[in-house]
């Protein structure tokens, strides 16, 4: 076992970004239940500093994704910026590939524009409840797991996730 902190990756701006230590610095900070939200916002922002590069054009930027992070860590419905957030949750098996293909080729055949994340961490893929992969998660909802669904069900579950975006 490592004593180094694991990674956990988040969406910053228009980009997924792998941040160490997130989860240890938001624990600290949320075991707190006295705390002003801004401050708190603050303290996380200098915790996970110290670990990682952070640009100094996009100081603001990850400030608000560590805000979300912190609200969805306390149990508050969080909105996603725009945008259709899809995720693949596997090792990268052949399975996982050809989920993944599918997911691309229906997005093209729909005009669907969306962000589309391979999540291969096991620590990140049972953040999501996910036992079993293959897994889809569309705008933070479990598809389907275990298993490979039809074409048709993902190209179902592609536009329901879009119409519910807009």
């Known amino acids: 076992m490592s004593d180094r902190p694991t990674q956990r990756a988040i969406k910053i701006g228009n980009a997924t970004i792998g941040l160490m230590g997130l989860d240890i610095a938001l624990n600290r900070i949320l075991g707190d239940k006295d705390y002003d939200e801004e401050v708190a916002v603050e303290q996380l922002f200098a915790a996970v500093s110290k670990d990682n590069y952070i640009p100094t054009g996009a100081k603001e930027l990850y400030r608000e994704a560590l805000r979300r992070e912190m609200r969805k860590q306390r149990g ?6 725009t945008g259709l957030d ?14 993944n293909t599918l997911v691309i080729e229906a997005l093209q055949k729909l005009g669907i524009a969306a962000d589309v994340e391979h999540v291969n961490e096991l620590d990140e893929i049972w953040r999501y409840g996910v036992t079993q992969t293959p897994a889809l998660i569309i705008n933070e909802q479990v598809k389907s797991s275990g298993r490979m669904p039809s074409p048709f069900q993902v190209e179902e579950w592609l536009q329901e996730g879009f119409q519910n975006k807009k």
Not at 76 to 81: K, Y
Not at 86 to 99: E, M, Q, T, Y
């Open 86 to 99: 899809i995720r693949i949750l596997g090792p990268g098996c052949v399975s996982c590939n050809k989920l």
């Open 76 to 81: 508050e419905t969080v909105s996603r910026p």
